[in-house]
């Protein structure tokens, strides 16, 4: 039989073949595989990454809640120290202040916020005694730094008072009642209040107990909560830790003076109702609210009526066709402000306001004429009216 080598030739050139693609496609899985394997790698990643921003989320938040707790027990300038030392001294700080509150201790006379020891001298006999009794080892020298945790003077030696750990525990829930996220969270919380007030009041009783009803701080801090709840997750204000107006967008005054009202009307409500309605610190501490709410809205009303009258005054100077259109603006007003007097001449009354309440933009200032007076009202964002012959 003769040798075919054109068969041979072609037998090992299909073999060989045959290997080069089963190597190509061997390689084709490999880096398939490899990918595969990055894109878990990758994945892993970014979970790892969105884990981590969320757990950095949730510390921040954590870390605000307790700004805010500790910004009604210390001054700003110790608040931003304290916060220094983290969660865990936040916390810390927070559990010395309600101690030190519950004693009717004011937790700001009771921190420092230096950390080095000054020259004897600098230093108060008191605070100086105060230190040196709390400390278990030597004496500390000179410049040498101070343990956060002694930067708090110790308790006196005296019991606290089952009353003040009431007002404390009152205050506490409060403060967690603002802070609710959701309807049941809150009820739960009230009711809890609830049971506590209730409790207070039968020991009060029962102990004849005089004085007043919640200390001046206990009063400032239910006030705060309540103000700080209205502003909260608004985007035109900003605060500061201890709930003040730090910022805002210009033109939203009106905005601002209607959650300030909303606050002491819900103050004042909730006053009315309780044991302490008669307590002149708690009338005093509410009435505060209602001044803010008054001088935003007078910082509305005065800026829009100073432009108005610098305009019509600025037209009036001008040729005939700007005085023609001060004229006008005279009878028509402009778009944030609407004279006492209505086109037709005649005087726009608390009736008419109601009825132009949805042709008026938000932050618009209404003059109109109650018993023979003028007054300013001023539509919000929220679609209410902020009446000047109602305070």
Same mark, same amino acid.
């Given at each position: 039989? +003769?040798?075919?080598?054109?068969?041979?030739?072609?037998?090992?050139?299909?073999?060989?073949?045959?290997?080069?693609?089963?190597? !190509?496609?061997?390689?084709?899985?490999?880096?398939?595989?490899?990918?595969?394997?990055?894109?878990?790698?990758?994945?892993?990643?970014?979970?790892? %990454?969105?884990?981590?921003?969320?757990?950095?989320?949730?510390?921040?938040?954590?870390?605000?809640?307790?700004?805010?707790?500790?910004?009604?027990?210390?001054?700003?300038?110790? $608040?931003?120290?304290?916060?220094?030392?983290?969660?865990?001294?936040?916390? /810390?700080?927070?559990?010395?202040?309600?101690?030190?509150?519950?004693?009717?201790?004011?937790?700001?006379?009771?921190?420092?916020?230096?950390?080095?020891?000054?020259?004897?001298?600098?230093?108060?006999? @008191?605070?100086?005694?105060?230190? $040196?009794? %709390?400390?278990?080892?030597?004496?500390?020298? *000179?410049?040498? +730094?101070?343990?956060?945790?002694?930067?708090?003077?110790?308790?006196?030696?005296?019991?606290?008072?089952?009353?003040?750990?009431?007002?404390?525990?009152?205050?506490?829930?409060?403060? %967690?009642?603002?802070?609710?996220?959701?309807?049941?969270?809150?009820?739960?919380?009230?009711?809890?209040?609830?049971?506590?007030?209730?409790?207070?009041?039968? /020991?009060?009783?029962? !102990?004849?107990?005089?004085?007043?009803?919640?200390?001046?701080?206990?009063?400032?801090?239910?006030?705060?909560? #309540?103000?700080?709840?209205?502003?909260?997750?608004?985007?035109?204000?900003?605060? $500061?830790?201890?709930?003040?107006?730090?910022?805002?967008?210009?033109?939203?005054?009106?905005? @601002? +003076?209607?959650?300030?009202?909303?606050?002491?009307?819900?103050?004042?409500?909730?006053? *009315?109702?309780?044991?302490?309605?008669?307590?002149?610190?708690?009338?005093? +501490?509410?009435?505060?609210?209602?001044?803010?709410?008054?001088?935003?809205? #007078? $910082?509305?009303?005065?800026? @829009?009526?100073?432009?108005?009258?610098?305009?019509? #005054?600025?037209?009036?100077?001008?040729? #005939?066709?700007?005085?023609?259109?001060?004229? *006008?603006? *005279?009878?028509?007003?402009?778009?944030?402000?609407?004279?006492?007097?209505?086109?037709?001449?005649?005087?726009?009354?608390?009736?008419? @306001?109601?009825?132009?309440?949805?042709?008026?933009?938000?932050?618009?200032?209404?003059?109109?004429?109650?018993?023979?007076?003028?007054?300013?009202?001023?539509?919000?964002?929220?679609?209410?009216?902020?009446?000047?012959?109602?305070?």
């Amino acid at each position: 039989m +003769a040798f075919n080598m054109g068969a041979f030739i072609g037998g090992f050139s299909e073999g060989m073949t045959s290997r080069i693609q089963e190597q !190509n496609r061997e390689a084709s899985r490999k880096r398939e595989e490899e990918r595969l394997e990055q894109r878990m790698i990758d994945k892993e990643a970014r979970d790892a %990454a969105r884990s981590e921003k969320k757990l950095e989320r949730e510390q921040e938040r954590k870390l605000e809640l307790l700004a805010e707790q500790l910004s009604l027990y210390y001054s700003p300038e110790q $608040t931003t120290d304290i916060l220094t030392k983290g969660q865990a001294g936040a916390e /810390f700080a927070l559990t010395k202040a309600q101690n030190y509150s519950a004693q009717d201790l004011d937790p700001r006379t009771m921190y420092e916020v230096q950390d080095y020891e000054l020259e004897r001298s600098e230093v108060s006999p @008191v605070a100086t005694t105060l230190r $040196t009794e %709390a400390k278990a080892g030597p004496a500390v020298r *000179q410049g040498e +730094a101070i343990p956060f945790a002694e930067k708090f003077k110790p308790l006196p030696k005296t019991i606290t008072t089952k009353a003040k750990t009431f007002e404390a525990r009152l205050v506490e829930l409060d403060f %967690a009642m603002s802070q609710a996220k959701t309807a049941d969270e809150k009820t739960a919380l009230q009711s809890m209040y609830n049971n506590t007030h209730e409790k207070y009041l039968e /020991f009060k009783k029962k !102990n004849d107990l005089g004085g007043d009803y919640f200390s001046k701080q206990s009063l400032d801090s239910i006030v705060n909560n #309540a103000v700080k709840s209205k502003f909260r997750g608004k985007e035109f204000v900003e605060l $500061t830790p201890e709930g003040l107006i730090k910022s805002f967008q210009s033109g939203n005054e009106g905005d @601002v +003076a209607a959650l300030y009202l909303d606050s002491y009307l819900a103050l004042d409500a909730r006053r *009315q109702a309780e044991p302490w309605k008669d307590d002149a610190g708690a009338k005093t +501490a509410i009435n505060e609210v209602l001044k803010e709410y008054i001088k935003y809205k #007078a $910082t509305l009303v005065n800026r @829009v009526e100073t432009n108005y009258n610098t305009t019509i #005054a600025e037209l009036n100077a001008g040729g #005939a066709e700007d005085q023609v259109l001060a004229t *006008q603006l *005279q009878v028509n007003g402009t778009a944030d402000f609407k004279p006492a007097t209505k086109s037709d001449g005649t005087p726009r009354t608390v009736e008419d @306001v109601l009825e132009e309440k949805q042709s008026f933009d938000a932050n618009t200032v209404i003059q109109y004429v109650h018993d023979g007076e003028v007054y300013s009202a001023v539509k919000t964002t929220f679609g209410n009216l902020l009446w000047g012959h109602q305070g």
